[in-house]
Each structure stands twice: as C-alpha cells, then as structure tokens.
C-alpha cells in the first residue's frame, strides 16, 4: 500500500464523516453513551476490588493461648507464628499479654473501676494478633495454629466469610455488568455500521467502477474504516472527558459522605493514577467498534 | 487470450446462460457478439469479466483461469480488461478528467503518470477540450467517449464493450465504433456485445452468434445473423 494511496483514501474517508453529520452525530452518541457506561462500571469495580483487598489486608487472625497452658507449650505457639512470618505467610504479628490486656481494660473502663474489682489479670488469656500476607494463607495456617496445645483452639477468630460473601456479590454484579455492556457494544457498533452503510449506498456506482476497473478490496474498504475509526476515536475523547469529570464529582461526593458516616477507611481510588489505562480501552474499545461497523457494512457491496 | 472450453452458466434461478460454449478469441481481434435478449451475451462477458464464475468448463482471460480463480487474483484480472457499459456508469460528481484519472488512482498510478496519461486518453477519443466538464454537461456520445478513455487509460489488453452505442443516434454510434477500431489497430482486442445490424455489417469482423446459451455461428468478416 503506497503512502500517497493512504493519505486519498484516508482524506475520502474524513471526508464521508462530515459529509454524513446527522447519522455521524448519531453513531458518536451511542459511542459515547456506550463507554461512558463502560468507564464508570469498570470505575466501580476497580473500587470495590481495591477496597476488599484493602480490607482483607487488614484482617487478623485473633489467637487466645491456653491460660492453663505450659511456658513451654505457649512457646511453641510463638514458634510456629515467627516460622512462617519468616515463610512469608504471616506479615507481621504482636501478642498481648494479659497483664497489656488487663491495663488497657482499666483505661477503657477508667469512669466504672467498680466492674473491675473482682477481676485480675489471671482470668485473661494472652492472646497473638497476627496479619497475614494474603487471606488464602488462613485455612492452613488456623488449621496448623489449632492442633499446638497452647492455643485455646475454641477461641479462634478470623471475618474472612463476611468479605467473601461481598467479593461474591460482586462477581454478580459483574456479570449484569458484562451482559449490559454487550447489549449497549452491539447497539453501537449497529448504529455505526448503518451510518456507514448510508455512505456505502450513497457511493455504490463508484464501488461497482472500482471493482470493474480492478481495485483491490482494501482500497475500497479503507475510506470506511478511516469513517468508522473516526467515529470510534472521536467518541471515545469525548467520553473519556465526561468519565473524568463524572467520576471526580462522584468522588468527592462519596468521600465526603464516607467520612461523615464513620467509615474513613471506604476510599474511592484517584482518577489520575488510572487514567492513561481508562484512555487506552476507551481508544481500543472505540475504534474497534467502528472498525467492526464499517466491515458489516462493506463487506456485501464488495461481492461484485 | 480468451478460451471458453464447453463451458456451461447456469444461474440460481435455473436459467442458462451459457451452454457447453467451446470459443478463442486470439489477441489483437476485433469481435462481435451478436444475438437476441437472453442468448447469452452478456453471461458471455460476465464471465470473462469474471462476474459469473461458469458452472461447467474452463475459461481463460489473459492467462488467469475465470473458472478456478482465487479471489485476491480478480482485481489483476479486471487490470487487464477495459470495459465499456450502455449505461457509461460515470461519477458524476467528478470532472471528464477525474473519471479518467479516478481509474489510474485505483490501480496506484504515480501522479506523474496520471498527468501525462488522462490527457492522452482524452487526446484519443477526441475530448480533450472537455476535460473540466462534468458528466450532465456532456452529450451522449462525449459521455460515451469518456468511458471509452477510462476504460483505455490503464492500457488493457482487451477491451470490452457492452451495447456501447445503445442509447447513442447513428451517427454518434459510428463515432464510437470508428473510435473501437482505431483502438483496435493500436493491438487491443476489441469485443462488443451489439443489436446494430448496420454496423455489424458495414465493419466486416469476425462475428460471433448465440442463440439461447449456444454458439450458432462463428464466422471471419461475418454478417449479423438473424436467428429468429
């Protein structure tokens, strides 16, 4: 393909985009309305992601020893924690003796010291708050914790289930999210192959010239396609625009109201950071629409 | 150039166009396909345009095979043919000379090839004052002349005319045809469809008769024969 042969063809195709601006106009809204879903549904998702995986991270296994346990045997425990920190499953650990525990009751119960009269800190177990590197590591580790004798096994505690119950809603959320998304792509890539069928139609009788006079398929496919991906790469600026501010009104919104309703650590990630990632599948996503659109509508006047 | 061994078009629909039609058409010939509607003449161009694949049989065009051609293959095939319609099948949003010109940018033409070649072909069928004019402010025979130029533009090795004086007056007809001929004599192989008994008559080239699919005559410096 020679560079000059380019350059008409893709000047031809420009062209067809302004000269068909009604049915253009229509096709680059639907592109629009297509990945602006797209760009906040994908927001949501990775906001809801990186907010479990932030609150996973955060989790604990809470570990009571035997009060009734040897040195030896609440040794061992400490033992087995400090190995696998070493192997990389526990991120990091603190115990809590039942004397720290006992003076941190008597802060806490400062204004009613009377509850404390009959306790000591003999009736408390120490106990190990331990973090580990990924949630998948807790089923063995807990396991393994339950079988030391120093450990009170019945007192055991890790909120894994509750999270996973979220991350399954999520998944569904995901799929209503996928089949939307299918439904409104296959909308606009309709839309943009029937805008481009009208110019297809508009410029049967040259098509038919071209190919009695022995033009090659892609010579006459390429003004199509330039219409198409222009159509595509216009909707898809456009859209990335109104993702951006959408998503930063949102935002600060939701923050504000995170914030106000006790639960800071609820943050919705920065837009910027994202952004080139957001810019590319919008691009891709665009063009790729309008590629797919001028094919469908090409594709039956090429069989002369 | 163009062989047809025994071969047969049958449409969907179950009409025949072509019926075990054994012809050669030799480089340099000037042809004439006569016959009625529906005798075959057009499926007969179509497949050497390779419009319509045959259904039964071989046909050569320039040394492609028409009957077992890979479709990346058709455009090259097509580069080697001129083709004349009734119709003229101009852009008419483009000057004489962009219709010229439009058929040199399809096959890449370099634009220093362009620019020397339009006028020329224009020069040829006698247009060159025209070149600026669009195909609505052009009679007929100039519309006519026009696509004779595209079609010659590219340098084909054969020409093919399909009731290319149809919608002209007789003397606009005999324009044209003398035009063919002239082409003709340059080397070109020269093959029209045509109804004009007079012309056929007058000019004295082989002739080449269908009747319903099948080859009737086939005569050097025939006559228009009527087969009804």
New interface residues.
């Given amino acids: 393909m020679?560079i000059?042969?380019v350059r008409?063809l893709v000047k031809e195709g420009t062209f067809n985009v302004y000269k068909n601006k009604l049915m253009s106009f229509a096709s680059l809204a639907t592109v629009i309305a297509t990945l602006f879903i797209l760009g906040l549904v994908l927001l949501i998702v990775v906001n809801v992601t990186t907010n479990i995986d932030n609150m996973k991270k955060d989790l604990e296994v809470v570990a009571f020893l035997d009060r009734d346990a040897s040195i030896l045997e609440k040794e061992e425990v400490g033992l087995y924690i400090e190995e696998n920190r070493k192997a990389g499953i526990v991120l990091s650990y603190r115990l809590e003796t039942a004397d720290e525990f006992f003076e941190s009751l008597k802060t806490d119960l400062r204004n009613n010291e009377k509850l404390l009269d009959d306790l000591s800190p003999e009736l408390f177990p120490d106990c190990y708050y331990i973090k580990l590197n990924h949630p998948d590591y807790s089923d063995d580790f807990i396991a393994k914790l339950k079988l030391y004798e120093g450990i009170d096994a019945d007192w055991i505690s890790y909120p894994k289930d509750e999270l996973e119950k979220l991350s399954g809603t999520l998944s569904v959320i995901n799929y209503v999210t996928i089949f939307i998304l299918i439904v409104l792509i296959v909308v606009s890539i309709l839309l943009i192959s029937n805008t481009i069928r009208l110019t297809v139609f508009a410029r049967r009788?040259?098509i038919?010239?071209?190919?009695?006079?022995?033009?090659?398929?892609w010579?006459i496919r390429l003004p199509f396609i330039v219409e198409g991906m222009i159509i595509g790469l216009a909707g898809s600026l456009v859209s990335f625009f109104f993702t951006s501010q959408t998503y930063s009104w949102i935002r600060s919104g939701l923050d504000t109201l995170f914030a106000s309703a006790g639960v800071p650590n609820l943050k919705m990630i920065e837009f910027n950071p994202v952004a080139l990632r957001v810019l590319v599948i919008y691009v891709i996503f665009g063009m790729t629409m309008g590629i797919i659109g001028s094919f469908m509508s090409v594709r039956k006047h090429l069989n002369? | 150039m163009i062989r047809f061994i025994d071969a047969t078009k049958v449409y969907s629909n179950g009409v025949v166009g072509l019926k075990n039609l054994t012809v050669r058409i030799e480089k340099g010939e000037f042809v004439f396909v006569i016959g009625a509607s529906g005798s075959g003449k057009s499926t007969f161009l179509k497949l050497i345009m390779h419009e319509e694949v045959p259904t039964e049989g071989e046909v050569y065009v320039n040394g492609y095979s028409v009957h077992d051609m890979p479709r990346h293959e058709i455009p090259y095939l097509r580069r080697s043919l001129g083709v004349v319609f009734q119709d003229f099948r101009l852009l008419p949003n483009r000057t004489a000379y962009d219709n010229v010109a439009f058929a040199m940018q399809i096959v890449e033409a370099l634009p220093r090839e362009i620019r020397r070649q339009v006028p020329l072909a224009l020069g040829l069928v006698g247009l060159s004052k025209k070149a600026k004019a669009y195909p609505n402010q052009l009679s007929g025979g100039e519309q006519q002349r026009i696509v004779l130029a595209r079609a010659l533009v590219n340098n084909p090795a054969v020409l093919i005319a399909d009731e290319p004086t149809g919608n002209l007056d007789p003397k606009t007809s005999w324009e044209i045809m003398n035009l063919l001929e002239e082409i003709n004599q340059r080397g070109t192989t020269v093959i029209v469809a045509t109804h004009e008994k007079s012309i056929v008559d007058a000019m004295k080239k082989r002739v080449i008769v269908l009747d319903r699919g099948e080859l009737k005559h086939d005569e050097q410096k025939g006559l228009y024969i009527n087969e009804n």
């Fill in positions: 020679k000059r042969t008409l009788k040259e038919e010239i071209m190919k009695y006079v022995g033009a090659l398929d010579f002369v």
